[in-house]
Nanobody, 119 residues
Framework: QVQLVESGGGLVQPGGSLRLSCAGS????????MGWYRQAPGNQRELVAF???????NYTDSVKGRFIVIRDSSRNTVYLQMNTLKPEDTAVYYC?????????????WGQGTQVTVSV
C-alpha cells in the first residue's frame, strides 16, 4: 500500500521559515516525479513546486526565490524548504507523486499539512 505522509506544518510569523517533509512507503520516490501543492480556503488546489525524477525543479512564480524543493532518495523523502513566508502562503500543503508506466499514470497524494503564516 502506497502512503505519502507530510509533516512539518505549523504556525509561523511572516518572514519566518518552515520545512515540510513528505515520507513515502510502498513507493520508491526516485522513480517518481514529485510535487508540492497547496490549497487555501475558497481556492483551488495549486501547484507550488515540482521536481522531476532526474532532479530538475520548477516553481510557481509566487514562491520563486523563497521555496526550494529537495529530494533525498536515500530517505525516500521529499522536502519543501519555505523561507520568507508571507500570509498569502497560508494553506494546506499536499505532497504528490506520479509516474508513467506503460502509458498509465500512477498518482498518489498525501493527506496534507496545515501551514499558517500570521503574526
Amino acid at each position: 500500500q502506497v502512503q505519502l505522509v507530510e509533516s512539518g506544518g505549523g504556525l509561523v510569523q511572516p518572514g519566518g521559515s518552515l520545512r515540510l517533509s513528505c515520507a513515502g512507503s510502498g513507493v520508491v520516490f526516485s522513480s517518481y516525479d514529485m510535487g508540492w501543492y497547496r490549497q487555501a480556503p475558497g481556492n483551488q488546489r495549486e501547484l507550488v513546486a515540482f521536481i522531476m525524477s532526474g532532479g530538475r525543479a520548477n516553481y510557481t512564480d509566487s514562491v520563486k526565490g523563497r521555496f526550494i524543493v529537495i529530494r533525498d532518495s536515500s530517505r525516500n523523502t521529499v522536502y519543501l524548504q519555505m523561507n520568507t513566508l508571507k500570509p498569502e502562503d497560508t494553506a494546506v500543503y499536499y505532497c504528490y507523486a506520479e509516474r508513467l508506466i506503460l502509458g498509465t499514470k500512477l498518482a498518489f497524494w498525501g493527506q496534507g499539512t496545515q501551514v499558517t503564516v500570521s503574526v
